[in-house]
T-cell receptor, first 114, second 111 residues
Framework: GAVVSQHPSWVICKSGTSVKIECRSL??????MFWYRQFPKQSLMLMATSNEGSKATYEQGVEKDKFLINHASLTLSTLTVTSAHPEDSSFYIC??????????FGPGTRLLVL | DAKTTQPTSMDCAEGRAANLPCNHS???????VYWYRQIHSQGPQYIIHGLKNNETNEMASLIITEDRKSSTLILPHATLRDTAVYYCIVRDPQGAQKLVFGQGTRLTINP
């Protein structure tokens, strides 16, 4: 299957700082990428849809000014958690679509805000 | 996209076939059935998808009923590494691109 990577795999930061997470499609071009968040013992919740060269579309209840998404190329999307707080601690997962059909997921980034 | 219903949890003995059911009674004609699984602390892994015909790949088989209102994912010879949460999702590839995850089925493979 297609390969999607994320970096870093885990990060610990202080409250009030910003954290950037990268998502790359390694062996295919992805015009659309997605960002999900998963809290312990819960299912994945879609945060936003990232389209190459245009603004991201955020799901209801997700603050666009707090979770900045940039999709500058067909293989890279970034999620920046600005002014992170302990309640932002979560497992962040990206995915990318290949050929408008199958969505492939990255391994996830675990964020802990102290 | 149509909603799916899956059992909360299932157990299966190692080496036996694991059959995971999914109900999607409101599925529309253009919607495909997708299966993903998530092993603890990892991103979801694509398993298989289908429209109306049964599908098989190196990981699993997907059996879709003739009326398309339900399907079954079959892991033919389950191993301990198949322990995971399995998600059944229906989606129209030509519609919204996003996947909506339910709670899935927590499958435990026992030695």
């Amino acid at each position: 299957g297609a390969v999607v990577s994320q970096h870093p795999s885990w990060v610990i930061c202080k409250s009030g700082t910003s954290v950037k997470i990268e998502c790359r499609s390694l062996d295919f071009q992805a015009t659309t990428m997605f960002w999900y968040r998963q809290f312990p013992k819960q299912s994945l919740m879609l945060m936003a849809t990232s389209n190459e060269g245009s603004k991201a579309t955020y799901e209801q209840g997700v603050e666009k000014d707090k979770f900045l998404i940039n999709h500058a190329s067909l293989t890279l999307s970034t999620l920046t958690v600005t002014s992170a707080h302990p309640e932002d601690s979560s497992f962040y997962i990206c995915s990318a679509i290949r050929r408008s059909e199958t969505q492939y997921f990255g391994p996830g980034t675990r964020l802990l805000v102290l | 996209d149509a909603k799916t219903t899956q059992p909360t949890s299932m157990d299966c003995a190692e080496g036996r076939a694991a059959n995971l059911p999914c109900n999607h009674s409101t599925i529309s004609g253009n919607e495909y059935v997708y299966w993903y699984r998530q092993i603890h602390s990892q991103g979801p892994q694509y398993i298989i998808h289908g429209l109306k015909n049964n599908e098989t790949n190196e990981m699993a088989s997907l059996i879709i009923t003739e009326d398309r209102k339900s399907s079954t994912l079959i892991l033919p010879h389950a191993t301990l590494r198949d322990t995971a949460v399995y998600y059944c999702i229906v989606r129209d590839p030509q519609g919204a691109q996003k996947l909506v995850f339910g709670q899935g089925t927590r499958l435990t493979i026992n030695p």
